[in-house]
């Protein structure tokens, strides 16, 4: 498999010509990525990737320069790691344009975990194809969805043991939500106008460098399959297996075995930075409370 196998159009500006597309499908663990009815091979692209990849902000919390160019997104998610929803959606969005799939990448306010006004840091992806049009969002992380949603008012989909909705507001604004504690919450809201690649590059600097990016502030990781969600918050660590929510925190001692939990290993120097940030040492002359 080339990774022009699917081209015939013009030069992306997204920059798909520069993703693999066989190292993509060894990532995700898929062997073939091009056949069946494209509806349910879009629904198997986007399980596999989120089952397969894992929201991860370690970058960002170490201060670590990120990339957004394809290939670099491919070297980095193809190891051992993970990444924000830049690198995961913009990733994703080439794939799918390989596949034949028209993609517009939108740009969202994340609603989840608070009010008041956000800017429009998130990306999804519009996807179309013949007749059909979906939401995708392979990088939202905690509470995001398996498989994508139909993009339509009112279509709701059911999806380990969660339900989503999306729903048109007043135009041009949309909101995907998510039915917990018996409401419906907010994810994000998001207009259909198609985003270009210098507007992402703003929000991606915005949530790698600002003091108030929630993205800096400490670990995020989510992994999601078909079997179980794992999520990380700081030292809380959160697996929910059918329906039943186990709870821990992370020690220093479990530090490197719970992050290959999300499949992530990080090399020696790395880790060893990690384990300071999250377990600093006391002060000399200080007591330990």
């Known amino acids: 498999m080339t990774p022009d196998m699917y081209d015939d159009g013009p030069p992306s500006p997204w920059g798909r010509e520069q993703v693999d597309l066989s190292v993509y499908a060894r990532r995700i663990g898929l062997r073939d990525l091009g056949s069946g009815d494209p509806v349910e091979r879009l629904r198997a692209l986007h399980r596999a990737h989120v089952g397969a990849i894992p929201f991860d902000n370690l970058d960002l919390v170490a201060d670590v320069p990120v990339g957004l160019g394809p290939a670099e997104i491919l070297r980095k998610l193809s190891g051992p790691r993970g990444g924000c929803c830049h690198e995961h959606n913009l990733l994703f969005g080439c794939v799918l344009e390989h596949l ?9 306010r994340v609603r989840l975990g608070g009010e008041g006004p956000r800017p429009r840091t998130h990306m999804a992806l519009r996807v179309r194809r013949g007749t059909h049009t979906w939401l995708c969002d392979v990088g939202f992380g905690v509470q995001g969805f398996l498989e994508p949603l139909p993009l339509y008012d009112g279509a709701t989909s059911h ?18 939500e998510v039915y917990q504690e018996g409401h419906w919450t907010a994810l994000y809201h998001f207009t259909l106008e198609p985003q270009q690649p210098v507007d992402f590059v703003v929000a991606h600097h915005f949530l ?12 995020l990781l989510q992994l999601t399959t078909p079997e179980a969600r794992l999520h990380l918050r700081g030292l809380d660590l959160l697996e929910i297996r059918a329906g039943v929510q186990h709870a821990r925190r992370l020690t ?11 499949g992530i290993r990080l090399p020696p120097d790395r880790l060893s930075d990690l384990e300071r940030r999250l377990f600093p040492l006391p002060l000399e002359g200080k007591e330990t409370p």
Request: aromatic share 10%.
């Open 100 to 108: 034949g799939y028209r993609v517009d990448r939108i740009a969202a």
């Open 159 to 176: 999806q380990l043991g969660q339900t989503f909705r999306v729903r048109a507001l007043s135009s041009p604004f949309w909101t995907v």
């Open 208 to 219: 790698a460098t600002h003091p108030r990016s929630m993205l800096r502030r400490t670990p």
């Open 252 to 262: 220093r001692m479990s530090l490197e075995a719970d992050l290959a939990c999300f």
